[in-house]
């Protein structure tokens, strides 16, 4: 979703480069985020699973790839509990697969994006770069080993990698299991925002603008062997979220009726409260977030009114924990 935005971004604006697209088409995803690109010559896209040894390897000797922006990944915090052992497979092995790829066909940048979950949750320490990863969910807890198999290769082969950790991203072309997307399309239908346990937890939001300027930013000026904060100050609690949203969409300003929008379900089996990050190495290197959340909620509202059903199973995604058919099971040669 959010490499949707880098990718046009990037086909718009390097023509001279050849962007290639490369995508499982998971049950998440959906070409049409990208049909504004689709016909550009400098934009080629390729169904592929990253899983694939073999496809991978082929794929890095025909395409002669000079950087490699890794955002393929299951993302889903609810589903994780669930499906531990898939996003082990995909987010673990996967990045395993492509970073040891990259590496034999000697990438000039290896980007890997991560997430602020892999710091754990905090109610008041900031987590600056060097702060130990405590990851307390299936997901976090992937994405943390993914992370140290990219930087083994920093270690060990002074490969250049670079490893982002990015608040919650928002806005367009976001698959609506996430929790902005999920409660603008249930009031849209005139449906409750399902709220997990005290709805307390807090989290920082960034708009996809904002994300795209950061990772044209990491592509410039990142540093080989570095980790970068992608953070915000902008925080508000998921309770607070459902409110705004609530007065956006359904026009009310009245506590009662906002109540009335707001349904109360069980909480997953672990909620990390707030992941507060300190971004100053961004800032550093000229970056910083310009959306304001104003502007871009409102964008946000609006493209979904129009866009809901621009995956076949959206409806599947507005439930209060992910239904999913189970993973199956790994099995040896």
Not at 65 to 90: G, N, P, R
Not at 99 to 106: D, G, K
Not at 298 to 310: A, D, P, R, S, V
Request: hydrophobic fraction near 35%; charged fraction near 25%; proline fraction near 5%.
């Amino acid at each position: 979703y959010s490499a949707s935005h880098v990718v046009v971004s990037l086909v718009k604006n390097y023509p001279n480069y050849l962007i290639i697209n490369l995508d499982k088409l998971d049950y998440c995803a959906s070409l049409k985020n990208l049909e504004t690109v689709s016909e550009k010559e400098n934009y080629k896209f390729i169904q592929g699973d990253i899983c694939e040894p073999d496809f991978i390897k082929r794929l890095f000797e025909t395409e002669k790839i000079d950087i490699v922006l890794h955002f393929a990944a299951q993302t889903h915090v609810d589903l994780s509990f669930w499906h531990a052992l898939e996003f082990t497979y995909v987010n673990v092995y996967g990045t395993n697969v492509l970073v040891a790829a990259a590496h034999e066909a000697n990438v000039e940048k290896f980007v890997y994006v991560s997430t602020d979950e892999v710091y754990g949750g905090s109610t008041d320490e900031e987590f600056d770069e060097s702060s130990p990863k405590r990851p307390t969910n299936p997901y976090a807890s992937s994405k943390a080993a993914a992370e140290c198999f990219v930087q083994s290769y920093w270690e060990r082969y002074q490969f250049p990698v670079v490893i982002t950790r990015s608040s919650n991203v928002y806005g367009p072309h976001q698959y609506p299991e996430k929790v902005i997307p999920k409660f603008i399309s249930l009031l849209h239908q005139n449906r409750k925002c399902c709220i997990h346990g005290s709805g307390l937890q807090r989290r920082n939001f960034l708009y996809a603008a904002d994300v795209v300027e950061a990772f044209l930013t990491v592509l410039k000026e990142g540093k080989p062997g570095e980790i970068y904060n992608i953070g915000t100050n902008f925080e508000m609690s998921i309770a607070q979220l459902a409110k705004e949203l609530i007065r956006l969409i359904k026009k009310t300003s009245s506590e009662s009726e906002m109540e009335h929008w707001m349904d109360y379900v069980k909480d997953r089996p672990t909620n990390d409260l707030r992941y507060p990050m300190n971004s100053e190495k961004m800032h550093n290197l000229g970056w910083r977030p310009k959306v304001a959340w104003k502007e871009g909620i409102k964008k946000t509202i609006e493209w979904y009114k129009e866009n809901f059903h621009n995956w076949k199973n959206s409806e599947k995604a507005l439930e209060p924990f992910p239904v999913a058919e189970p993973f199956a099971q790994l099995t040896g040669p």
